[in-house]
């Protein structure tokens, strides 16, 4: 499985960003999809989650009710919409796989990661 993201940028206080993960090599029926960041200086985190059902979503608290993660099974391409982005938003936001069923939130439950794409967020 490989997993491409995109859509990061710098964006000011209150707007919006939409990340994109493009995934090779599976269909999303097979995969347990989720986005984590980590910002200098800090540990990666849990961001938001979706099971390969696609019916159950999670996210964290951080992130609830201004975060929504999707995807489109004909595209195999997973989103992260990001709406009124604060400073501490600011991360290189990475997608993540797992076939086996992981803890959504545990990085070392994924087992294949995109590279990362960054964004800023100006305060």
């Known amino acids: 499985v490989q997993l491409q993201a995109s859509g990061g940028g710098l964006v000011q206080t209150g707007g919006s960003l939409r990340l994109s993960c493009a995934a090779s090599?599976?269909?999303?029926?097979?995969?347990?999809m989720g986005w984590f960041r980590q910002a200098p200086g800090k540990e990666r985190e849990f961001v938001a989650a979706l099971r390969r059902n696609g019916g159950n979503t999670y996210y964290a608290d951080s992130v609830k009710g201004r975060f929504t993660i999707s995807r489109d099974a004909a595209k195999i391409t997973m989103y992260l919409q990001m709406n009124n982005l604060k400073p501490e938003d600011t991360a290189v936001y990475y997608c993540a796989a797992n076939e086996g069923y992981p803890i959504y939130y545990k990085v070392q439950d994924y087992s294949y990661w995109g590279q990362g794409t960054l964004v800023t967020v100006s305060g």
């Open positions: 090599g599976r269909s999303f029926s097979w995969l347990h």
